[in-house]
């Protein structure tokens, strides 16, 4: 007897969600991805990505996607910076040789944190799909329960593919809709918000500014207040990007008018006005190194303030047949580790195995597929639990009194390979 296929929806085409449709598609089980955005590119796609040897890079390998990822990596993109705000560089690798490097990627893994701008990580994923795998521009409308069955119709905004579903894979971000079908919780401000500002053509444009950031990254901490530096790209269509970042110490984001001190906070503000950047950088760096608000200010390219959100360490929902959650819509976290996309891939990658093994052992019974989300959150519970946790604990490191040392002896005590530094 034929073992029939489940009907797979993932809906949201960012990288959890194309990994799971990649690996999926690597061992010949269909399904679909629904986007709301009308291309890959009708908007920002982020920065840069550091792809882990014991996650990420696993789930690459899975997708059969592990030798163009090496190609695509940015060399020397792992290096860093880390300088407290008066100057003083406490901790750089960008000078070290890099032969040790080149050894390294001989290897089936590549080990540390390779570096890969986040467009270009999308559209290898993307690539890997064939044809009518995403539709584009179709957000979806509502998700209900067919009744008697552990079955899942979805009604998309033009009308694709209405047909009931026995997976519905909830890839949708930070703001996740499919969530709200499995708990209530959704985002609380993790009290820091981040003016996100970005320099195109670096090199050519402000060469001293792509020295000073280098070919990795460079981060500047203070108490209350971060600069994260990033390159982003590579040669004349590289780029540089910053997080200004401050601790506001609210219980919800202030508007952009409080952040500037302005008396009515309802102000309305225009972040792409040089002066209102000049303002808001004085306000919270004003006794910084002069040499480093300088290339704050430098950067000009597409200012967008950015309260930055995050779901409570350890949240968990009682399993559900037919949906379930990756990414972002999971376990929403702040930056400030490095693990998010990581912690994305690895969904991706266990939630693949446990439908490749149903298919192979022609267990694709709503039941049987109920078993296999049950053991998939359990799994995914616990390393979320331990990475949030670590990227919480990175958080209040990084904005206190000495979070620059504390972090520098952390990074020291990691050695070349800094996959699970140990925040406390």
Not at 159 to 180: E, K, M, N, Q
Not at 190 to 199: E, F, K, Q, Y
Not at 216 to 240: I, M, P, T, Y
């Amino acid at each position: 007897m034929a073992v029939t296929e489940p009907r797979i929806a993932i809906i949201g085409a960012g990288p959890a969600g194309l990994m799971l449709a990649s690996i999926l598609h690597h061992n010949d089980i269909p399904c679909v991805v629904f986007e709301r955005d009308s291309s890959a590119i009708v908007r920002a796609q982020g920065g840069t990505l550091d792809i882990h040897e014991y996650s990420g890079q696993q789930a690459l390998d899975a997708a059969g996607l592990l030798d163009q990822f090496r190609a695509l990596m940015r060399q020397g993109g792992d290096t860093i910076k880390i300088l407290t705000k008066d100057g003083t560089v406490l901790f750089d690798n960008s000078g070290e040789s890099r032969e040790e490097f080149e050894t390294e990627i001989k290897g089936k893994f590549v080990k540390g944190r390779p570096e890969i701008d986040r467009p270009v990580l999308k559209d290898l994923l993307i690539a890997s799909l064939p044809p009518n795998t995403i539709y584009w521009g179709s957000k979806v409308i509502s998700i209900t329960p067919v009744s008697d069955s552990k079955k899942w119709m979805l009604e998309i905004d033009n009308d694709s593919h209405p047909a009931p579903y026995d997976l519905v894979i909830g890839a949708d971000g930070a703001w996740s809709h499919t969530r709200t079908f499995l708990t209530e919780q959704q985002p609380m401000y993790s009290g820091i918000t981040a003016l996100d500002v970005w320099l195109h053509g670096v090199d050519e444009a402000a060469p001293d500014v792509s020295k000073f950031v280098g070919l990795g990254n460079c981060f500047l901490f203070d108490k209350d207040r971060v600069l994260l530096f990033q390159r982003n790209g590579q040669g004349r269509e590289g780029s540089a990007r910053c997080y200004v970042c401050v601790k506001t110490n609210t219980p919800t984001p202030p508007s952009s008018a409080a952040l500037l001190g302005l008396e009515d906070e309802g102000a309305e503000v225009d972040w792409a006005d040089a002066r209102t950047r000049e303002v808001f950088v004085q306000r919270y760096f004003g006794d910084w190194n002069a040499e480093f608000k300088r290339m704050v200010l430098a950067m000009t390219g597409q200012p967008v303030l950015r309260p930055l959100y995050m779901l409570p360490v350890g949240l968990e929902w009682e399993s559900r047949p037919g949906v379930t959650l990756v990414g972002d819509a999971a376990h929403l976290m702040t930056p400030f580790a490095g693990v998010g996309v990581n912690v994305a891939l690895m969904d991706a990658l266990e939630l693949a195995r446990g439908i490749i093994n149903c298919v192979e052992t022609g267990k694709t019974d709503g039941d049987a597929l109920a078993v296999m989300l049950q053991q998939y959150e359990t799994g995914m519970f616990a390393r979320s639990r331990k990475e949030t946790a670590k990227t919480e604990a990175a958080m209040h490191l990084q904005f206190q009194e000495g979070g620059a040392e504390k972090l520098t002896n952390m990074v020291r005590a990691a050695g070349p390979e800094p996959e699970d530094l140990t925040y406390e």
